[in-house]
């Protein structure tokens, strides 16, 4: 930490000897011998805190402080004064002195002053900059670009985190940022210093699932040794993110109910419920109500949680935004790698822009990450961006595919095209087709053979 100090003290041993002190103690010393010299270092010296002496031969130390104050306000004062003169130190300390030492004074005295001034200087710098942080990213709430589909996202975000209770349900494919969008819900409203805590209800297993939730008491089965909070009493005051809210085992969704009901939980194995105060963002990529139609999600359980909806569109309907997000991700790994590779040539925007996406947000980062590493100039070309196995890209044909210059295309066509192009981009892994589109393999083979059989082309 620098730590840039000026004296201003017009008896020429006290300014040597302070000088020299704390010149030996690591300090960077600026010296003025009366008030005019000390403002013009203010105004040419990059000065954190100023020992300065009430009396000085040219002007009253108040005055010094008032013209310090006006060229910049961050400057913090400690004022050297004498004995009969403490109520003239009090009106500094008023007009934003931040403190003063009586003269005859120890030296581990005003060092202890000085330091204590230094450390007050370094954390309203840290929280200025935390400030600045955080006020960046409500404006666009972390999210890059200013197409419309953006914009309106954000309209409802600053709509919704306006109100304390009110729970979320945030639809989109995988990969379209849905996790940010929550982020950026909590993150701007009341209970922002809250916890925010996430979930997702697919990654765990169902017996595991509800003592995460809820919790468990003492003995509620083998292991529990011990009693255990689960995370939505943990989130109490905050916020609780339930990510793919669609894969909760249809066993766990009445008690789900029952808890955003309530507003109160019962442990696993407990006796008593424990009320909580918490807002619920939850998001899927299926379609909830073809769940509901096959008896996999509770319609009341979809009412409770969608009060409020928000659609995230996939990257292939935000085309505007694709460069944005492409520089903002090539910047992202400037910091961290190497730093010479510095923008993208027409034609790989021109790449990124016509290529369909079927995995998002996620799937552009992974594909600058490759392209910069794999580039050996400092500008990314179409090359980089094409793998090496000679995989050739899915075309954006969303324009094509939804064209009625000649005729209108049905939907069970549209489905079955994107299907077909989703299995191709996964070299016919159906496992990560499936994943991506949001239904299970068994579906996905049906829906394939229904393809073959139509023989849609």
């Given at each position: 930490?620098?730590?840039?100090?000026?004296?201003?003290?017009?008896?020429?041993?006290?300014?040597?000897?302070?000088?020299?002190?704390?010149?030996?103690?690591?300090?960077?010393?600026?010296?003025?011998?009366?008030?005019?010299?000390?403002?013009?270092?203010?105004?040419?010296?990059?000065?954190?805190?100023?020992?300065?002496?009430?009396?000085?031969?040219?002007?009253?130390?108040?005055?010094?402080?008032?013209?310090?104050?006006?060229?910049?306000?961050?400057?913090?004062?400690?004022?050297?004064?004498?004995?009969?003169?403490?109520?003239?130190?009090?009106?500094?300390?008023?007009?934003?002195?931040?403190?003063?030492?009586?003269?005859?004074?120890?030296?581990?005295?005003?060092?202890?002053?000085?330091?204590?001034?230094?450390?007050?200087?370094?954390?309203?710098?840290?929280?200025?900059?935390?400030?600045?942080?955080?006020?960046?990213?409500?404006?666009?709430?972390?999210?890059?670009?200013?197409?419309?589909?953006?914009?309106?996202?954000?309209?409802?975000?600053?709509?919704?985190?306006?109100?304390?209770?009110?729970?979320?349900?945030?639809?989109?494919?995988?990969?379209?940022?849905?996790?940010?969008?929550?982020?950026?819900?909590?993150?701007?409203?009341?209970?922002?210093?809250?916890?925010?805590?996430?979930?997702?209800?697919?990654?765990?297993?169902?017996?595991?699932?509800?003592?995460?939730?809820?919790?468990?008491?003492?003995?509620?089965f083998t292991d529990a040794k011990t009693s255990k909070a689960g995370i939505f009493e943990l989130s109490h005051t905050g916020t609780i993110f339930l990510d793919e809210i669609g894969d909760l085992a249809i066993s766990l969704q009445p008690k789900l109910l029952r808890v955003l009901e309530s507003r109160s939980l019962r442990k696993l194995g407990g006796t008593k419920d424990i009320a909580i105060d918490i807002r619920v963002i939850s998001a899927t990529n299926q379609e909830l109500s073809v769940k509901i139609q096959q008896n996999q999600f509770r319609s009341d359980l979809l009412y409770r949680l969608n009060v409020f909806t928000i659609?995230?569109?996939?990257?292939?309907?935000?085309?505007?935004?694709?460069?944005?997000?492409?520089?903002?991700?090539?910047?992202?790994?400037?910091?961290?790698?190497?730093?010479?590779?510095?923008?993208?040539?027409?034609?790989?925007?021109?790449?990124?822009?016509?290529?369909?996406?079927?995995?998002?947000?996620?799937?552009?980062?992974?594909?600058?990450?490759?392209?910069?590493?794999?580039?050996?100039?400092?500008?990314?070309?179409?090359?980089?961006?094409?793998?090496?196995?000679?995989?050739?890209?899915?075309?954006?044909?969303?324009?094509?595919?939804?064209?009625?210059?000649?005729?209108?295309?049905?939907?069970?066509?549209?489905?079955?095209?994107?299907?077909?192009?989703?299995?191709?981009?996964?070299?016919?892994?159906?496992?990560?087709?499936?994943?991506?589109?949001?239904?299970?393999?068994?579906?996905?083979?049906?829906?394939?053979?229904?393809?073959?059989?139509?023989?849609?082309?």
């Amino acid at each position: 930490m620098s730590k840039e100090l000026l004296i201003v003290e017009d008896d020429q041993t006290m300014l040597e000897t302070l000088s020299h002190v704390f010149r030996k103690a690591g300090f960077t010393v600026f010296e003025a011998g009366n008030g005019a010299a000390g403002i013009e270092v203010i105004n040419n010296k990059p000065v954190k805190v100023m020992l300065l002496d009430l009396n000085l031969p040219d002007m009253s130390g108040l005055d010094v402080l008032a013209r310090v104050k006006e060229i910049d306000d961050q400057v913090l004062c400690i004022f050297m004064t004498a004995y009969p003169e403490i109520k003239t130190a009090v009106t500094a300390m008023k007009q934003g002195a931040y403190d003063y030492i009586n003269k005859p004074f120890e030296l581990d005295e005003l060092r202890i002053i000085v330091n204590k001034a230094f450390e007050v200087e370094t954390l309203k710098s840290e929280i200025a900059s935390l400030r600045y942080e955080r006020d960046s990213r409500r404006q666009d709430f972390g999210m890059v670009g200013n197409s419309d589909p953006i914009k309106r996202i954000q309209d409802q975000i600053s709509q919704v985190a306006r109100t304390d209770n009110t729970h979320v349900l945030i639809l989109g494919e995988s990969g379209t940022g849905k996790e940010l969008v929550a982020d950026a819900i909590h993150n701007i409203s009341s209970r922002k210093d809250k916890p925010l805590l996430k979930i997702n209800c697919s990654s765990i297993p169902e017996t595991l699932l509800e003592s995460e939730l809820f919790g468990h008491a003492k003995g509620a089965f083998t292991d529990a040794k011990t009693s255990k909070a689960g995370i939505f009493e943990l989130s109490h005051t905050g916020t609780i993110f339930l990510d793919e809210i669609g894969d909760l085992a249809i066993s766990l969704q009445p008690k789900l109910l029952r808890v955003l009901e309530s507003r109160s939980l019962r442990k696993l194995g407990g006796t008593k419920d424990i009320a909580i105060d918490i807002r619920v963002i939850s998001a899927t990529n299926q379609e909830l109500s073809v769940k509901i139609q096959q008896n996999q999600f509770r319609s009341d359980l979809l009412y409770r949680l969608n009060v409020f909806t928000i659609l995230v569109p996939p990257l292939r309907e935000r085309v505007h935004d694709i460069p944005h997000l492409a520089r903002h991700f090539l910047s992202q790994f400037k910091s961290t790698m190497k730093e010479d590779v510095i923008d993208f040539d027409n034609d790989a925007i021109e790449l990124l822009k016509n290529y369909a996406w079927p995995g998002n947000i996620r799937e552009l980062k992974n594909m600058i990450e490759r392209a910069y590493i794999l580039t050996k100039t400092n500008i990314i070309t179409r090359k980089d961006l094409l793998p090496d196995s000679g995989f050739n890209l899915v075309k954006n044909n969303s324009a094509e595919l939804f064209s009625i210059r000649d005729n209108w295309t049905s939907l069970e066509e549209v489905e079955a095209k994107y299907i077909q192009s989703v299995v191709n981009h996964f070299d016919g892994n159906k496992s990560e087709a499936a994943r991506l589109l949001g239904i299970s393999r068994v579906t996905l083979r049906e829906k394939l053979k229904k393809c073959a059989d139509a023989d849609f082309n």
